[in-house]
């Protein structure tokens, strides 16, 4: 909403709270949105344990295995102090987003 700067955010006292998350209730409010995808795009889906010590040079163009292995360990060398998740997806050639 930017109420706060994201320095502000991240020393928060609330900064770890998860407002919304599957599996705690029957219902669940989500953002969804659509975007365009093309063969090659990618897509991280990770904790906080990760984004956190994430630096936009860390994503390279490499084959996403490695890619994957070398973000968990950049976390683990940075901090490691939290739970590290991730996910990565790679669309590749033929994919159709169609209905």
């Known amino acids: 909403a930017g109420l706060i700067t994201a320095a502000a955010a991240a020393c928060h006292p ?48 490499r084959p996403i295995v490695p890619l994957a292995d070398a973000l968990l360990s950049n976390a683990l060398e940075r901090d490691g102090s939290d739970n590290i998740t991730l996910t990565m997806v790679e669309i590749g050639a033929g994919a159709s987003c169609e209905p």
């Not at 900064?15 to 659509?34: E, W």
């Not at 897509?43 to 630096?55: E, P, Y």
């Open 14 to 61: 609330q900064a770890n709270v998860i407002p919304r998350a599957l599996g705690v209730s029957a219902n669940c409010d989500f953002d969804t949105c659509l975007i365009d995808i093309e063969s090659g795009d990618r897509f991280l889906l990770c904790s906080d344990g990760l984004s956190r010590t994430l630096h936009l040079a860390d994503l390279d163009d």
